[in-house]
């Protein structure tokens, strides 16, 4: 039974292209994600999926060759209809699917379950699904942990487009500068003559009324060789209108970084449940004032918690607070295991935040893009790694006002 259509679905189109992910190369980032789901929940195949007009295409895939299907016969068509995990146990006992060609085949679907990926601006781009050809369930961590992954999914897609948004703005203002430059050099250069020429005949013809046909000449020969002068003039002042303005900006205000980090902590924390690692919130203290975007900086801070958890062994231990050094600070600290073993996190945040965070695409685009938005917050990244003490990390903030009442 083909599902019906989202009642935004133009809105909701609009958003997915506006991400210009569709038919984007493969990326290691949501492999990983979609390895984890796999694991976690015990089945042979899990995808990123994508909805479009007429299919679904796939941005991330393990278990299964295909690049995309049709949307008519896409399981993640119906998933987005809804806000939270659609679970098929059996879909030869579920009536929207009995018939599907995928379940009726010999070693079928049988078993779905799949979170949709929703933006905060509300809409359901696609899922981050899980398929078995078994009849099955998940428990309640099995959920909480797909639930917490399609986050994940959806804060990288988000965190790209708005780091390409922060690029376009820098380039905004270096050319408002360029502007600003030019326009002092025609103001107070080329364009004053003729300027003062019209200022004078303007006088002139107010004070006699009379026209002087040779001021007036000489004021349309003056004019016309400063034609161009006169356009450009009107072009820098449109631009510099212009170069501030759109919605690709963060949206700054006061917020609390401890509070911040404790919703961050607990996004990820089901994650890391999986792979029973123990992460110890000291983000407890006191509030710390800063000036950031709330949605976009803990969207940061969730992608760092997830890469700690990600390259962290089985058993492991993450710690994580907030606190004061040279300014409001949230630390990470990925620590060594008792029996010697070691976290994997340090060469990924190096070449991802700290090395080369402007280079190609590669295994930890996440973490560069991650390191271009705390940039724009004005943070300082400082990272180390020592035996017996693991991998730290902290970022720090320049000082707020503190206000009385925090996001």
Known sequence: MPASLPFNEVDRLAALYELDILDS????????????????????MSLVTMVDTDRQWFKAR????LTETSRELSFCAHAILGKDLMVVPDATRDPRFAGHPMVEEQGGIRFYAGAPLITTDGFALGT????????????????QALRALSRQVTSQLELRRYATALANTTARLQELERRKDDLAGLIGGELRAPLRLIQSYLAELGDKGTHDAGLADLVGRATAAHVRGFTDLLGHLTSMSDAGTGGDSLHMRQIDLTRLTRRAVEAVRPIAATKHIWILNRSDGPALPIIADPVRLEQVIMHLLFAAVKYTPDGGRVRVGTEVESGPTVFLDDMDMPDGMR????????????????G???????LAVAKR??????ATVALSDRPGDGTSLHVVFPFAEPELAFA
């Open 25 to 44: 190369e493969p990326e290691k980032d949501f492999d990983d994600i979609v390895a984890l789901a796999s694991a976690v929940c015990g089945v042979p």
């Open 62 to 65: 393990i278990g299964t060759d």
């Open 128 to 143: 981050l699904c899980v398929v078995d050809s078994e009849p099955r369930n998940l428990d309640v961590e099995q959920m």
């Open 343 to 358: 976290p994997d996190l340090f060469p990924h945040l190096y070449y991802g935040t700290i090395a080369n965070p402007a």
């Open 360 to 366: 190609v695409p590669g295994p930890d685009r996440g």
């Open 373 to 378: 938005v705390l940039d724009a917050h004005h």
